[in-house]
């Protein structure tokens, strides 16, 4: 096979409708035995940041195909599941702060997982970018809150609403691989925030069981999840036979 630091790979070739698939150029020329997790190499950095930006634009385009109905029973399946790995984790949540997210383009909606946790006493808070390229901050929310747009659009609550630091923290997958780590949108802001915090929160990934990859090539900054969950249940780490009863 070319070796990608010599040979640079060709252009993609143009997306074939309903295909998802990654493009085969950039599939060839990215093998496990090139990537060093730990290596911080400018080149292999490029090829990981070009293999990513493909994978989540197949990703969110065959997330945003779905329709209204899939995604209700999605986020429905997701909800008894999470609910069931936060009693599994924590038993009473009464006192913790659970970050969730405001779900767009096509993301799980775990909203009313949040309006309960917050009915039983938990305090929630919402992420939002208050600073370029820092860590985010969490304010907390009520299904009362008064929700402003945030950045992209994305509706946070208001500059009075109480900063928190969550114990709990949810991180919506746009990909995501069996050893625990997030391709997300490319921003960098989730494992900013997990490195910069004090007391890392325990990090639960929510996504698509389709969009699980074989890897997302890990790098020296990408942060393993504590637990990922799809509709299907909890998938890393992986159950032991007991759990999974």
Not at 57 to 78: C, W
Not at 136 to 160: H, K, N, S
Not at 185 to 203: E, K, M, S, V
Request: proline share 12%.
């Amino acid at each position: 096979m070319a070796d990608p630091r010599t040979n640079p790979p060709p252009k993609a070739e143009p997306e074939l409708p309903g295909s998802y698939a990654s493009p085969p150029c950039l599939a060839g020329e990215i093998a496990p035995d090139y990537f060093d997790p730990l290596a911080v190499d400018p080149q292999q950095a490029r090829d990981v940041a070009r293999w990513r930006s493909a994978e989540r634009k197949q990703l969110r385009a065959a997330r945003q195909a779905l329709g209204v109905e899939a995604r209700a029973q999605i986020g429905a399946a997701l909800g008894l599941h999470l609910r069931a790995l936060l009693k599994q984790q924590f038993g009473d949540l009464r006192g913790k702060v659970f970050s969730g997210y405001w779900p767009i383009k096509g993301e799980p909606d775990l909203r009313p997982v949040m309006a309960d946790l917050h009915a039983a006493g938990v305090v929630v808070c919402l992420p939002l970018v208050e600073q370029k390229a820092a860590p985010l901050v969490f304010r907390r929310w009520t299904p009362e809150t008064r929700m402003l747009r945030g950045d992209w659009d994305i509706p946070v609550p208001p500059p009075e609403a109480e900063v928190c630091t969550p114990d709990i923290s949810l991180a919506p997958l746009v990909g995501w691989d069996g050893n625990g780590y997030r391709l997300g949108y490319g921003g960098g802001y989730f494992d900013r925030t997990l490195a910069a915090l004090a007391l890392r929160p325990f990090a639960i990934g929510i996504g698509f069981q389709s969009a699980r990859l074989a890897t997302i090539f890990p790098q020296p900054h990408d942060i393993v999840l504590n637990a990922i969950l799809t509709e299907v249940g909890i998938q890393f780490p992986i159950p032991s036979p007991t759990e999974a009863l």
